[in-house]
């Protein structure tokens, strides 16, 4: 399946897709809908979705078999997965090759950065226990979580990634801005948000914000995102420093 009607003539190549799946009938799901919807539509990146099973060589349309060694459950098998890959993903894709995966490197900003700076890239839905361990090199797949708790399946993290990186690719967000004073731009959180009402349940906005003077609301929210960064994430302050 290929989703992303052409209602606007694409300046340049869209920022290519691919997830392969067991169930591509969850896509393009929330992805269809606001900024990365919209983005779609106009061909900013489009997205094709791969039925690993289509690869499957049996007339039960087998994807897995249970563990080497023993234990529960069962394990998708490294033959139909490369084959998957390989007509997904001929010589010369130079895009990047994701499976998602709970043991992975930790999905961050950067990453998602990069990702969105290239030409697309190919993700690989685990389900069940996950997948046969010979295929992530024999694929040059990079394992990535997108958290420390386990899905019960690779989809909704597949979505994760692109939501992230589709709304960094250019005009897409409707205010650049927003980009590089949104969390982790900087290394920092970002800072606290007030809108109107002026008191709200005997609660003001800061002073700071309504006073006009940008240079003290620009120093007001670098104080406010220092300070929530070295209460709420530690981990991301000392790597400041
Ligand atoms: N047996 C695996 C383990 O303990 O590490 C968990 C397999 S999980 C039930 C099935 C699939 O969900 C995985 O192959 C992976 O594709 C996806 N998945 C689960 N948790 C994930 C996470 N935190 N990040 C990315 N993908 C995840």
């Known amino acids: 399946m290929t989703a992303g009607p052409d209602t606007t003539a694409p300046s340049r190549e869209p ?3 691919t997830v392969l799946t067991l169930y591509p009938e969850m896509f393009p799901g929330p992805l269809g809908v606001s900024l990365a919807g919209r983005a779609l539509a106009q061909n900013t990146w489009s997205l094709e979705v791969r039925n690993i099973r289509d690869h499957a060589t049996d007339r039960h349309r087998t994807v897995d078999d249970t563990p080497a060694g023993g234990g529960p459950g069962m394990v998708m098998r490294a033959d139909i997965l490369a084959a998957a890959i390989d007509a997904a993903s001929p010589a010369g894709d130079d895009r990047p090759r994701l499976l998602l995966g709970p ?6 900003q950067a990453r998602i950065r990069d990702l969105a700076a290239g030409p697309g890239v190919l993700l690989l839905a685990g389900r069940f226990e996950g997948v046969d361990e010979r295929v992530i090199a024999a694929r040059n797949l990079l394992e990535v979580s997108i958290g420390d708790y386990v899905l019960s399946g690779g989809e909704l993290a597949a979505m994760v990634v692109l939501d992230a990186a589709v709304r960094l690719l250019p005009g897409v967000m409707g205010n650049e801005e927003s980009a590089t004073s949104e969390s982790f731009a900087d290394g920092l959180l970002e800072y606290p948000h007030y809108t109107r009402p002026q008191v709200w349940e005997g609660q003001s906005i800061p002073p ?14 670098r104080r406010e995102a220092e300070r929530l960064t070295r209460e709420r994430r530690p981990d991301l302050w000392s790597k400041r420093k």
Do not use: F, K, Q
């Open 15 to 17: 920022w290519r897709a």
């Open 103 to 108: 043991r992975g490197v930790p999905l961050d």
């Open 208 to 221: 700071t914000l309504t006073s006009g003077n940008h240079a003290e609301i620009a120093a007001w929210r």
